[in-house]
């Protein structure tokens, strides 16, 4: 999925837009930063946001490209130790220098810092060798991150005056090392070594052959600055069989030196609310996800499962009509993001806007409908104590709906209770069905690879449809088959009618808000596993 590209914070044109006629093709290497994607440079980003090709590794955040125009074109290089090389080198070189002769912005999109063991000046001597122009955009580099997201500040006045970047890269078979380990060892206060994993023993040996206390603190931080960050600590002694033991394997730093004691106190990131937490969190598509924000803000690492599509209907004659003489309607009640989103698209299409509306009131579902709604320049009247169908009938009810026109903008299949309970209490009901509720195909494997792998702490639903197609999509074949694939899985539901689902289901929900929006399911979420 592809989100819009947020705006720019400043207006920024590249010289190849300011001069088109001279429009020659240019490399922009751009650091990506360590994972987080927010650790991108503001430069980096306006670059992905003007890129026609765009050229990223193993270990730049997929979130980043969620920047590039649609329309680019992607190519994945690859390149992860250890694993066949989706484009050699050179394959890779001659892509960029080909893109650039055709006269494409190329972004060259790398982890970390293209210049930190990142092959990045070896790209750029080809591209100087056949005349390309290019740009380079420094990145946060891991090892920075790595130490900064695992509490550890890798310089301190009162530990260490200096570091070193090494790489642990090399094949300790061979003859002459090109680190000199003498000078490392003691000469140097932090050290960290890029690409160590494999080598570990063969690092910590030479260090301590060479003079380094068999006592100083090591740090091992994997996947540093994402929800995925998992980090060890020991000694030069026992790091490399503590490594072993926990299984952590590379993407992985090693940070060597008495700073390191310092994380029993600096441990930021790691103790955040939700660090460790894998959240399948389930939506529809089109729905931005405020949840999947809130709950990363807050550590967790989630997997995003999308139950429902969103499909327009083809006929809206329905609503056309209603929307010919809306004066007569007394009320317009909303009860979905969506049905305020393609009631708008609707009418703005039909040439009308917010103020054809001023004849009606308005009523709306819950508070976020609300907000949405006031985007769209429209107040509701009439928000509902409790944010659910059965609680905006009732407000209506309180207030006399005989007689009364309504007019309900929604999904082709929706509940039922609004609608019927109006029609019981005497009033007019239109239902104008603008889209349709559609579930996804073929996600099953991933989904139950997810369940199956054992680590998913809590799934998510913010409405019935979600809880529905979720079990769709998981296409249990018993309900004793659901069960085990849900064992060890807790379930938050945002509220009574979800929740209701979910234990129809015969599956238990574990975590349910007060208020039935975002906000306090985060706030549920959170304080569920804090006691
Ligand atoms: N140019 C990159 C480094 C590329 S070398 C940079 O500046 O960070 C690849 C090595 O970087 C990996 O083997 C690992 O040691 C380290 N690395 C990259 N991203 C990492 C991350 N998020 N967490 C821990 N180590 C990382």
């Not at 892509?95 to 790209?123: S, Y």
């Not at 591209?127 to 997201?149: C, D, I």
């Not at 399948?280 to 598509?285: E, P």
Request: net charge negative.
């Amino acid at each position: 999925m592809r989100l819009a590209a947020p705006q720019a914070v400043q207006p920024f044109l590249l010289m190849e837009e300011i001069d088109n006629s001279q429009k020659k093709g240019k490399v922009y290497l751009v650091g990506a930063g360590p994972g987080d994607p927010g650790l991108i440079t503001v430069r980096g980003r306006y670059l992905l946001e003007k890129a026609e090709v765009i050229v990223y590794d193993y270990l730049a955040s997929r979130r980043l490209l969620t920047y590039v125009p649609a329309d680019a074109q992607f190519v994945y290089a690859g390149k992860r130790g250890g694993v066949k090389h989706t484009h050699t080198q050179d394959e890779i070189n001659q892509m960029l220098v080909d893109f650039a002769q055709e006269g494409k912005i190329v972004v060259r999109l790398k982890g970390g810092d293209p210049f930190i063991f990142g092959r990045g000046g070896e790209e750029l001597e080809v591209l100087a060798k056949h005349n390309v122009s290019f740009e380079v955009v420094p990145g946060v580099t891991s090892a920075t991150a790595a130490a900064t997201y695992a509490g550890i500040p890798i310089t301190h006045r009162d530990y260490t005056a200096s570091v070193a970047f090494l790489t642990g890269h090399e094949d300790p078979t061979k003859d002459k090392s090109n680190i000199d380990w003498q000078k490392i060892a003691t000469g140097i206060g932090t050290i960290v070594v890029y690409m160590g994993i494999k080598n570990l023993p063969f690092i910590v040996k030479n260090l301590i052959d060479n003079g380094r206390s068999p006592q100083t603190p090591v740090a091992v931080v994997r996947w540093a600055s994402t929800p995925e960050q998992r980090s060890v600590v020991g000694t030069l002694a026992d790091i490399a069989d503590i490594v072993k033991e926990s299984e952590i394997k590379p993407p992985a730093l090693i940070v060597i030196g008495e700073v390191v004691n310092l994380r029993g106190t600096l441990d930021w990131f790691e103790k955040r609310a939700l660090f460790g937490k894998r959240i399948i969190v389930t939506r529809t598509r089109e729905q931005a996800s405020e949840l999947v924000a809130g709950l990363e803000e807050n550590g967790a690492s989630c997997y995003e499962c999308s139950t429902i599509n969103i499909e327009p209907v083809e006929d809206y004659h329905i609503l056309d009509e209603a929307l010919e003489r809306i004066n007569e309607y007394h009320w317009i009640l909303f009860t979905s993001l969506n049905g305020v989103k393609y009631f708008f698209k609707r009418l703005y299409d039909k040439g009308l806007d917010a103020r054809d509306l001023k004849g009606p009131d308005i009523g709306v579902v819950g508070k976020s409908t609300a907000d949405l709604l006031l985007e769209y320049g429209v107040n509701a009247d009439l928000i509902p104590p409790v944010f659910t169908g059965e609680g905006l009938a009732e407000s209506l009810l309180d207030q006399g709906v005989e007689g009364r026109n309504v007019l309900i903008p929604r999904a082709v299949e929706g509940r039922e209770i609004l609608p019927e309970t109006l029609r019981g209490a005497g009033a007019q009901v239109t239902i104008a069905p603008l889209y349709i509720n559609v579930p996804p195909q073929g996600r099953r494997d991933e989904l139950r690879a997810e369940l199956e792998s054992g680590e998913v702490g809590m799934v998510t639903f913010t409405s019935s449809s979600t809880v529905r197609n979720f079990l769709t999509m998981v296409d249990a074949e018993s309900q004793e088959e659901l069960e085990q694939l849900m064992a060890g899985v807790k379930i938050a539901a945002i509220g009574p009618i979800t929740a209701k689902t979910v234990t129809d289901s015969g599956l238990k929900v574990d975590v349910q808000p007060s208020q039935y929006t975002i906000i306090s399911m985060i706030k549920a979420i959170i304080d569920f596993y804090q006691c």
